[in-house]
C-alpha cells in the first residue's frame, strides 16, 4: 500500500506525519499538496495474529 510521508506542512498536517488512508492519499497527490508530501510503502494491515498452540508440559521419564 502506498502512503505519504509529510515533508513540508500543510493544512493540519506536520513535518513527518503519516498519511496511509488509500482515499485521502489520491486527494492529496491530485491536488497542489502533492509537492509537500513524499510517497513511501506502507505495510498492509493484519488482521489477527496467527494462531498458535499452546505449549504442553511433559514429565521427565
Request: proline share 10%.
Amino acid at each position: 500500500m502506498i502512503g505519504l510521508v509529510v515533508k513540508h506542512a500543510f493544512g493540519d498536517y506536520e513535518v513527518g506525519d503519516l498519511i496511509a488512508d488509500p482515499d485521502y492519499v489520491a486527494k492529496v497527490l491530485a491536488s497542489e499538496h502533492e509537492a509537500r508530501v513524499v510517497k513511501v510503502n506502507v505495510p498492509d494491515p493484519v488482521d489477527a495474529a496467527p494462531a498458535t498452540k499452546p505449549l504442553r508440559k511433559t514429565k521427565a521419564p
